[in-house]
């Protein structure tokens, strides 16, 4: 009977999947996900898409805020300069879309180095507004730059290719955005297991001691930013070029908010945490849209009414959710794990 864990060494103790056990059940859910696509229909499909692009965005933003402790609320314009970069590089300069997304990032990386050099000056809720600067300032240059991101028209994205095999459906998207999500994870799942993750941690829980046993504030707290941005960077691109069009209306300062609460309602300081996070503010909108539109047929309520009130449940819902369990779905998560861990028995 299995009573306690026995590491020998910290590298086993680091390991990510400690058992067979983990191992075969991931094993099993990534062959789930490659079935997926077979078996569901297009809106099924659409909606993946869209949770894996959140994913991606929300991994970043939780190695921002969660694990360094710098709070933005500038996520989403991050996004949209990696999406813009994408649209430009491929329409204006004739690059691949595979050359264009890692450029995307590259350049969300160094609009979020820019943004966060007050970091070092200011912190809590002063580096907030600072970020929430930045997202209006970014969403100005979009609407009113009109000689390369056309304004309010937007720009047609074609869709990714691979020879001249399109990937211009749900389902071929999938399997990219699956790659992309499974890659984001994987590193920043190690990211955080490295010194610059640990680095990451003691700012966060105490930014003076950690300074004083000789970490690089500035140096590790833009880097955070570059990382972050990144992954914003990379995720408004795979957006832009499944949807096949980028506008201003696309990042909005709502976007970086509901990308603060999959972080916040998944677990801070925990990547799974953002994922889960992210799947639930994808989802639960998209159930609550669903189930108001057959109670409207049903019973023949005023949809002018009755489907605003979907907006209200949701934000009750997150509420609720962090008034019983503040620490996210990812400690309910590690409390079912420890649960089964030796059951039956209790000790």
């Known amino acids: 009977m299995r009573c306690g864990d026995f590491k020998e060494n910290y590298i086993k103790d680091e390991e990510i999947f400690q058992s067979l056990f983990v191992k075969f059940w991931l094993g099993l859910f990534l062959a789930f996900l490659l079935i997926f696509p077979f078996i569901a229909n297009p809106y099924a499909l659409y909606v993946s898409n869209m949770i894996g692009f959140a994913v991606i965005a929300a991994v970043g933003l939780n190695l921002l805020t969660g694990f360094t402790g710098q709070i933005s609320l500038g996520h989403a314009a991050f996004a949209g300069v990696g999406g813009y970069t994408a649209a430009v590089l491929i329409t204006r300069f004739d690059f691949s879309f595979w050359l264009a997304l890692p450029c995307a990032g590259v350049v969300a990386a160094l609009a979020g180095l820019v943004i966060g050099i007050p970091s070092l000056r200011v912190k809590g809720l002063y580096l907030c507004i600072a970020t929430l600067a930045a997202q209006f300032i970014f969403e100005f240059i979009f609407i009113h730059w009109e000689s390369i991101t056309h304004g309010v028209r937007g720009i047609n994205v074609p ?32 990211l955080v297991r490295t010194r610059v993750g640990r680095a990451f941690v003691a700012i966060r829980d105490r930014d003076l001691a950690a300074e004083i046993i000789g970490i690089n504030l500035f140096r590790y707290k833009l880097t955070s930013f570059a990382i972050s941005s990144f992954y914003a960077g990379v995720a408004g691109a795979l957006w832009v070029s499944f949807i096949r069009i980028v506008t201003p209306e696309h990042f909005p300062f709502h976007l970086s908010i509901q990308y603060l609460a999959m972080v916040i309602v998944g677990g801070l300081g925990s990547v799974l945490g953002s994922v889960f996070g992210a799947i639930f503010m994808t989802l639960v909108p998209e159930i609550l849209n ?39 779905l990812a400690e309910i998560w590690r409390r079912v794990k420890a649960f089964f861990l030796l059951w039956p028995f209790s000790y």
Not at 185 to 190: I, K, S, T, W
Not at 311 to 320: A, C, K, N, T
């Open 159 to 190: 869709p990714p290719r691979i020879g001249s095999f399109l990937l211009n459906t749900e389902k071929r998207f999938y399997f990219l955005t699956l790659f992309m999500v499974i890659l984001a994870v994987g590193y920043a799942r190690n």
């Open 290 to 328: 669903v189930l108001s539109g057959a109670l409207v047929e049903s019973f023949k309520l005023s949809s002018q009414v009755f489907i605003p009130l979907k907006e209200v449940v949701f934000g009750s819902l997150i509420v609720v959710f962090l008034i019983f369990e503040p620490l996210g």
